[in-house]
């Protein structure tokens, strides 16, 4: 059982409720969690708002706040081997992901954001008023309440949880109802590298949980990632005061294959650009757009890397593919495959769920499919799940557009020997990232986000800083008073 993290104490929901997280791997129940409420929610808004006026925090110096963080990517690799096996087990991502990525990963966004606590300044402006000093301040936004999905349940909340606390804020984090232990254990270490009571909080719970942070007068920003549907509920929850939202919501990335291109490197890309974490990834190549002459080829060649991987349980080390992450998600991906065989695609390889010894996991074979047109679901439906949609294209200058005919424009990625093909592309494509024959990365130091529907603003790098601070002006008349 996990409790709750308010003002710097552990404790149960005050209703008593309770929910239980699953094992993916065999379905069976891992944990059981506190609930959190409406009057729990009141008491993390009450805890995150008096620190953020208690001088142990407000009053505490950049170099300190920057060692509690470094302090906390050392717990994080401290206990490294502990955090990934519970990612595992609750998320059902491989362990060589866990522990190759999403650990390391977490630890270095600590780092990161750590070294920026001394470097978020102001700017003296050269106003034109005769006599006048004018100065800008960066100041904390206030409480910020982080909404995280499951896909990458620690690695998104260090994303949020690093640049909230350098740039001064307090946080009431709230993990998805999947996958809530690795944040629990996060906090437990955050505890430890000695924020002062009510700087950090925890409230584990699903969407009404989430609904009543992003609708409480007391929260000045809302970080989420997570669904398009649900970006859209919290712009509505936001009205009342105007609280400050970063989304980043949905992606369906397009993978431009050239005629030039290296098909066994855009092959080893490619497949690992879509199945990564089995797609469930909001950056995931979702449609793959390949010149004609090089379609039958790519295809075949994605199909037999993607059925050569190994589905199975994270915790096995030869696993290369995990489960999906719920019996539910796993039933949307599915449906998602049968109406794309209902409208014509041509299934190439997978297409149903794994059975066997995976029987009881909510393990999805990887699945190809040939002759995609641009009408089709299966091409403009966000998936999330380890499908592999293959289009043909004529003529590289109607690709743009193809491409760009989405809601979403979170990635795109381009495969091509040619540089001018490559950075015409790069800058033409309407998303926040542009991958160029490599996989998509994140990384702490440059921007994550979406243009259109994938989402509002973005985190990482410096746009993190702008994302968690409120600019102030400050005027001075320097003449006689
Ligand atoms: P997915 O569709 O991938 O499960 P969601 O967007 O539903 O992702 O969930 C992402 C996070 O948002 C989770 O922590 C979830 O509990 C939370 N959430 C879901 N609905 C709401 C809501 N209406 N308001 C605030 N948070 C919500």
Same mark, same amino acid.
Request: aromatic fraction near 8%; glycine fraction near 10%.
């Given at each position: 059982?996990?409790?709750?993290?308010?003002?710097?104490?552990?404790?149960?929901?005050?209703?008593?409720?309770?929910?239980?997280?699953?094992?993916?791997?065999?379905?069976?129940?891992?944990?059981?969690?506190?609930?959190?409420?409406?009057?729990?929610?009141?008491?993390?808004?009450?805890?995150?708002?008096?620190?953020?006026?208690?001088?142990?925090?407000?009053?505490?110096?950049?170099?300190?706040?920057?060692?509690?963080?470094?302090?906390?990517?050392?717990?994080?690799?401290?206990?490294?081997?502990?955090?990934?096996?519970?990612?595992?087990?609750?998320?059902?991502?491989?362990?060589?992901?866990?522990?190759?990525?999403?650990?390391?990963?977490?630890?270095?966004?600590?780092?990161?954001?750590?070294?920026?606590?001394?470097?978020?300044?102001?700017?003296?402006?050269?106003?034109?008023?005769?006599?006048?000093?004018?100065?800008?301040?960066?100041?904390?936004?206030?409480?910020?309440?982080?909404?995280?999905?499951?896909?990458?349940?620690?690695?998104?909340?260090?994303?949020?949880?690093?640049?909230?606390?350098?740039?001064?804020?307090?946080?009431?984090?709230?993990?998805?109802?999947?996958?809530?232990?690795?944040?629990?254990?996060?906090?437990?270490?955050?505890?430890?590298? $000695?924020?002062?009571?009510?700087?950090?909080? *925890?409230? %584990? =719970? &699903?969407?009404?949980? +989430?609904?009543? #942070? !992003? @609708?409480?007068?007391?929260?000045?920003?809302?970080?989420?990632?997570?669904?398009?549907?649900?970006?859209?509920?919290?712009?509505?929850?936001?009205?009342?005061?105007?609280?400050?939202?970063?989304?980043?919501?949905?992606?369906?990335?397009?993978?431009?294959?050239?005629?030039?291109?290296?098909?066994?490197?855009?092959?080893?890309?490619?497949?690992?650009?879509?199945?990564?974490?089995?797609?469930?990834?909001?950056?995931?190549?979702?449609?793959?757009?390949?010149?004609?002459?090089?379609?039958?080829?790519?295809?075949?060649?994605?199909?037999?890397?993607?059925?050569?991987?190994?589905?199975?349980?994270?915790?096995?080390?030869?696993?290369?593919?995990?489960?999906?992450?719920?019996?539910?998600?796993?039933?949307?991906?599915?449906?998602?495959?049968? $109406?794309?065989?209902?409208?014509?695609?041509? *299934?190439? %390889? =997978? &297409?149903?769920?794994? +059975?066997?010894? #995976? !029987? @009881?996991?909510?393990?999805?074979?990887?699945?190809?499919?040939?002759?995609?047109?641009?009408?089709?679901?299966?091409?403009?439906?966000?998936?999330?799940?380890?499908?592999?949609?293959?289009?043909?294209?004529?003529?590289?200058?109607?690709?743009?557009?193809?491409?760009?005919?989405?809601?979403?424009?979170?990635?795109?990625?381009?495969?091509?020997?040619?540089?001018?093909?490559?950075?015409?592309?790069?800058?033409?494509?309407?998303?926040?990232?542009?991958?160029?024959?490599?996989?998509?990365?994140?990384?702490?130091?440059?921007?994550?986000?979406?243009?259109?529907?994938?989402?509002?603003?973005?985190?990482?790098?410096?746009?993190?800083?702008?994302?968690?601070?409120?600019?102030?002006?400050?005027?001075?008349?320097?003449?006689?008073?």
């Amino acid at each position: 059982m996990t409790d709750l993290f308010i003002g710097g104490e552990w404790g149960p929901a005050e209703a008593g409720a309770t929910f239980t997280t699953l094992n993916p791997a065999d379905g069976s129940v891992f944990e059981e969690c506190a609930e959190a409420g409406a009057p729990d929610v009141d008491r993390a808004v009450a805890a995150a708002r008096s620190a953020l006026a208690d001088p142990a925090w407000a009053g505490m110096t950049a170099a300190a706040r920057a060692r509690m963080l470094w302090r906390v990517a050392d717990l994080v690799e401290e206990h490294a081997d502990e955090l990934a096996e519970l990612e595992t087990r609750d998320n059902g991502q491989p362990l060589a992901v866990a522990g190759g990525v999403t650990v390391p990963g977490a630890a270095e966004h600590f780092r990161y954001f750590a070294g920026w606590c001394t470097k978020i300044e102001g700017s003296v402006v050269p106003v034109s008023f005769p006599d006048t000093l004018h100065y800008t301040r960066r100041e904390p936004v206030g409480v910020c309440a982080l909404i995280t999905p499951w896909n990458f349940p620690l690695m998104l909340a260090a994303w949020k949880l690093a640049p909230a606390l350098a740039c001064g804020n307090t946080v009431i984090i709230k993990p998805a109802e999947q996958t809530p232990l690795s944040t629990v254990m996060l906090v437990e270490l955050m505890e430890r590298a $000695g924020f002062p009571p009510g700087v950090v909080n *925890l409230l %584990t =719970g &699903g969407p009404a949980t +989430g609904a009543a #942070l !992003a @609708e409480h007068s007391g929260v000045d920003k809302v970080s989420f990632t997570g669904s398009t549907e649900v970006g859209r509920k919290l712009v509505h929850a936001s009205a009342g005061n105007l609280k400050r939202l970063t989304l980043e919501l949905g992606g369906k990335t397009p993978s431009i294959i050239a005629a030039d291109a290296d098909i066994d490197a855009a092959v080893a890309g490619n497949v690992q650009g879509a199945l990564f974490n089995s797609g469930q990834v909001c950056a995931a190549y979702a449609r793959f757009y390949v010149d004609r002459r090089r379609a039958d080829e790519f295809t075949e060649k994605m199909a037999a890397a993607a059925a050569a991987l190994v589905l199975g349980p994270g915790l096995d080390p030869a696993s290369q593919l995990g489960p999906l992450v719920s019996e539910e998600h796993l039933a949307k991906v599915d449906s998602h495959v049968r $109406g794309a065989r209902a409208e014509g695609a041509e *299934l190439v %390889t =997978g &297409g149903r769920r794994a +059975g066997g010894r #995976l !029987a @009881e996991g909510f393990f999805y074979e990887p699945t190809v499919f040939a002759g995609v047109t641009d009408e089709m679901a299966i091409a403009r439906e966000e998936v999330f799940g380890p499908v592999i949609p293959v289009l043909a294209y004529d003529d590289p200058d109607e690709i743009v557009e193809r491409a760009n005919d989405s809601a979403y424009g979170l990635a795109a990625s381009v495969w091509t020997r040619d540089l001018s093909t490559a950075h015409r592309l790069a800058a033409k494509v309407r998303a926040g990232a542009v991958f160029i024959n490599m996989i998509h990365v994140p990384d702490a130091a440059t921007t994550w986000g979406g243009f259109k529907a994938s989402g509002w603003g973005r985190e990482m790098g410096p746009y993190a800083i702008d994302a968690y601070t409120e600019v102030k002006g400050v005027w001075t008349h320097l003449g006689g008073a």
